[in-house]
């Protein structure tokens, strides 16, 4: 056979291979089809002739887990984390929503910043303390100072002589410093149970003297008698919803009152024919007195002339005082106790008080809010209306380029937090068809507004203004859909 005739018989034998797959390629498809495994059409102009079928072009999990993004984020995350990752954007690239190229970037887009289950939220709502998004959110410094704390500390060491130390001896100290009526300090875990600590360490199996007006439920269904009572304590209520005067509290004094109770209601206002009895009165009266002021104002603020703080109270006369420390004081959940000191040993010493401590990253993050900068409730309660109508002036003009319906607008913020009720800060925000507001709030960067007449309101007041250009960013992903 010359090489003319090879030539032939190569060119026949690829013909004769062609048409058999020609026959089999179909029947595969079928059979694909009947099993319900989608087949890939033929392309236009091509009749028996199926296009590939993408899923064939879909790279392997572990090839994928190879890329050096996703073996970075592996150590970074946990292998898991990636893994679901990459699965996802498989599942995306099987059912059409991405290409397979373009796999290992969504996965890669997937992934969280963090292995914690938390996503970071702007919080545009014009609720500097909203509670659903964690209320007061961390100064930089208590940021850093929570990282620091986050290996072996010293937090019941001392390393000068190498013997047991007081726990938070120096997050004590600083809070004593900022509230000099305060002979002595505790810190737990929230407000709640400071309260707590403090019916059951002088009050269980007595009474708490407390006025009607008073009895408030805290948030969340949680209500301040059962709270008490959970404790073994007796309420012993006294005077009327609106009215309670200092007489009412000593006609209800006796040899079984643990302590008589002030609470701050935080949370509403009761306007009108309205009197109570002040703290000076309550201490003359002979007994303990416990002022639960519930938002964590430690020193008076003149933007809220009529929150109470912990060092005015205690100036006249309060025994012990209760607060949050993620509230007004911008720091991390706890809850503070300040006053004399053989009560607040007292409560220190009981063996309820271990189960209610708080944790090293807490004292790194509460002493670093206590002699650290301003923090980011601090500025958000002092910022300058002027200031932020700027920010949203050049916000709007910069998103108006944009193609996107959007105007700057006066707005009004509130503390929130079970602060300061019934006060309004006048602030600005960015207006936004409705739609935006799910667009915001689910995309790359979270941002939660509000609904208000049919629009999306972001309010600047609690947007610190380096994140001008995050809000702005998130603004522009969503309106691309």
Do not use: W
């Not at 809070?175 to 709640?192: K, M, Y």
């Not at 000076?280 to 007195?289: F, R």
């Amino acid at each position: 056979m010359d090489i003319a005739q090879d030539i032939a018989q190569v060119i026949a034998d690829g013909r004769r291979r062609a048409e058999r797959q020609d026959r089999v390629e179909p029947q595969v498809a079928s059979e694909e089809a009947g099993k319900g495994r989608a087949a890939t059409p033929a392309p236009e102009g091509a009749p028996g002739r199926p296009q590939e079928d993408v899923r064939r072009r879909i790279p392997r999990t572990d090839a994928l887990l190879r890329e050096p993004r996703l073996t970075e984020a592996a150590r970074r995350l946990g292998a898991s984390v990636v893994k679901a990752a990459v699965h996802e954007a498989q599942e995306r690239a099987r059912t059409g929503r991405i290409p397979p190229e373009r796999i290992a970037d969504t996965a890669v887009a997937l992934l969280p910043r963090t292995a914690g289950g938390l996503h970071t939220v702007i919080n545009a709502t014009g609720v500097l303390l909203h509670t659903n998004l964690g209320r007061a959110s961390l100064s930089a410094a208590a940021r850093r100072a929570v990282a620091e704390a986050s290996g072996p500390t010293d937090v019941e060491l001392d390393l000068a002589t190498g013997v047991r130390a007081r726990r938070g001896r120096t997050a004590l100290r600083a809070l004593r410093e900022r509230v000099p009526s305060a002979a002595a300090a505790h810190i737990v875990n929230n407000g709640a149970a400071a309260l707590v600590l403090a019916a059951t360490a002088l009050a269980a199996g007595k009474e708490i003297v407390i006025s009607r007006g008073e009895m408030v439920e805290i948030g969340d269904g949680f209500r301040l008698p059962d709270l008490l009572q959970s404790t073994g304590a007796r309420l012993h209520e006294v005077g009327t919803t609106n009215r309670t005067t200092a007489a009412d509290y000593a006609a209800a004094i006796g040899p079984g009152t643990g302590f008589v109770l002030k609470v701050h209601p935080s949370n509403f206002r009761i306007t009108g024919f309205t009197s109570g009895a002040g703290v000076g009165e309550l201490a003359a009266l002979g007994v303990p007195v416990v002022v639960d002021i519930g938002s964590g104002l430690l020193v008076p603020h003149p933007v809220l002339p009529d929150e109470p703080d912990a060092e005015t109270q205690l100036r006249a006369g309060a025994s012990l005082v209760t607060a949050s420390g993620d509230k007004l004081l911008g720091g991390p959940q706890c809850g503070l106790v300040l006053g004399e000191a053989g009560l607040v040993r007292t409560l220190s010493r009981h063996p309820l008080a271990r189960a209610l401590r708080v944790d090293k990253l807490t004292l790194a993050a509460l002493q670093a809010t206590l002699t650290g900068p301003p923090t980011p409730t601090a500025e958000a309660l002092t910022a300058d209306p002027a200031a932020l109508r700027a920010r949203a002036d050049r916000l709007a003009r910069a998103l108006g380029g944009y193609g996107i319906d959007v105007r700057s607008v006066p707005s009004a913020a509130t503390v929130g937090g079970g602060g300061a009720p019934g006060v309004t800060l006048p602030s600005a925000a960015l207006s936004l068809p409705e739609p935006y507001a799910a667009a915001l709030r689910t995309g790359p960067t979270a941002v939660v507004g509000r609904l208000e007449a049919g629009r999306c309101l972001l309010d600047l007041r609690a947007v610190p203004p380096e994140d001008d250009d995050r809000l702005a960013a998130a603004v522009r992903s969503a309106a691309q859909g």
